[in-house]
């Protein structure tokens, strides 16, 4: 029986979409799609590359539509990966969804679980962890990790992205995370230009996130966004600490990526007592 269940899913598509938003991703998306070749439903949401990114794409039989120029700055960049990601929620033609970025790849194990998740999952979305690789080895200890996210979303149930940056799905009703959280991860590939610039690609996140915070009183400042993010860098400094004491050997995650995260969140904090100061 078992045999024969093996045999009939290597035969047939997984019923199951998978969605990417792609921006000049040419180099990395052969690799993630490459991960999703065996899915039935394949949406890439682009932003208008004029690298090989669409030919790419088209080789894996993926449906292309374009990112709606509500979710765009005017220069044509991405504004709001929620409003992008609906797009993807939207077009999916099955009930479960895998969102993906196009320099991440689905691992054997997630593929497996998607399995599982289509034949009897009932759940209106499933959190994974990350795993991160750089130079050809998986990074076992990072403060980031587990790095739990829901990226396996239902379709039919109301389920939406919230938030312009660090985006999350919305679900109509309470989830319980002793039933929708998987241990197969998605992988993220890291390549020079991340860790080498982290807060130059990611520090107009920041400024991003502010204008959605809004406006902040002293109070509000000091109990959210110092204290959270106080305590976000302590979390980062503690961990990296501890890990490569305890664990010297292992392979861990690049200092200078770490270093940005701190970098970040003193960022939110500084950029935020200076709208309190133009108040």
């Known amino acids: 029986m078992l045999l024969l269940e093996t045999f009939l899913r290597n035969m047939a598509k997984i019923q199951c979409s998978i969605g ?17 070749k065996d899915f039935d439903d394949i949406v890439v949401c682009d932003g208008g590359s004029t690298d090989d990114t ?9 449906r292309i539509i374009a990112q709606n120029s509500e979710c765009k700055n005017e220069n044509g960049s991405l504004r709001d990966f929620a409003c992008a990601k ?7 033609r099955h009930p479960y969804l895998l969102i993906l970025d196009s320099d991440e790849m689905a691992s054997a194990e997630l593929v497996d679980e998607l399995w599982r998740i289509v034949e009897k999952g009932v759940e209106d979305g499933y959190r994974i962890p990350i795993r991160m690789w750089w130079k050809g080895k998986m990074i076992e200890y990072a403060a980031n990790y587990p ?21 999350r799905p919305r679900f109509s009703r309470p989830l319980d995370m002793t039933k929708t959280t998987l241990n197969a991860p998605w992988y993220v590939y890291l390549d020079e230009d991340f860790v080498y610039n982290y807060m130059k690609r990611n520090g107009k996140y920041a400024q991003r996130e502010l204008e959605v915070f809004g406006r902040v009183s002293l109070r509000r400042w000091l109990g ?23 664990y010297p050997r292992a392979v ?12 970040y969140h003193f960022l939110l904090i500084t950029h935020a007592a200076k709208q309190i100061c133009r108040i």
């Open 54 to 62: 669409l030919t790419i794409a088209r080789e894996y039989g993926a």
């Open 224 to 246: 959210v966004m110092v204290l959270k993010n106080l305590r976000s860098i302590a979390g980062i400094v503690l961990k990296t600490f501890w890990y490569r004491v305890r």
């Open 147 to 167: 790095g739990y996210q829901y990226r396996i979303v239902r379709t039919d149930r109301d389920v939406r992205m919230v938030k312009p940056v660090h985006e």
């Open 252 to 263: 861990h995650m690049p200092l200078l990526v770490e270093w940005g995260r701190v970098q």
């Open 86 to 92: 609906n797009q993807l929620i939207d077009e999916a």
């Open 20 to 36: 990417m938003l792609t921006f000049n991703s040419g180099t990395t998306l052969r690799r993630a799609l490459e991960s999703v």
